[in-house]
């Protein structure tokens, strides 16, 4: 199993900057990707960055230019460092990894979700 804690979140300024991070434990070494999602009350989560074990990023358009997802050599950490924030970038963001699974072809983990707000 793997579990993950998310830590950073807050209150910041429009234009400040915020950097959010997520510990993974457990069979960390099956993870094939981790990402960060965001969730505003009454939405669907959406995707805001992604990774892949072979350092391949993926970032939704809005967030481009100014969040950055990276992880640790030891690949136990992912971190998103978000600058330039704007109030549409208040959230809870999630922390999320995937492995493969023999019979269920993945498994996916969440956290349990960090409060970002910006204010205007």
């Known amino acids: 199993q793997v579990q993950l804690v998310e830590s950073g979140g807050g209150l910041v300024q429009a234009g400040g900057s915020l950097r959010l991070s997520c510990a993974a434990s457990?069979?960390?070494?099956?993870?094939?990707?981790m990402a960060w999602y965001r969730q505003i009350p009454g939405k669907q989560r959406e995707l805001v960055a992604a990774?892949?074990?072979?350092?391949?990023?993926n970032y939704t358009d809005s967030v481009k230019g100014r969040f950055t997802i990276s992880r640790d050599n030891a690949k136990t950490t992912v971190s998103l460092q978000m600058n330039s924030l704007k109030p549409e970038d208040t959230a809870v963001y999630y922390c999320?990894?995937?492995?493969?699974?023999?019979?269920?072809?993945?498994?996916?983990?969440w956290g349990q979700g960090t409060q970002v707000t910006v204010s205007s």
């Open positions: 990774i892949t074990t072979g350092g391949r990023l």
């Open positions: 457990g069979t960390i070494s099956s993870i094939t990707v």
């Open positions: 999320y990894a995937k492995r493969p699974d023999y019979y269920r072809g993945s498994i996916t983990t």
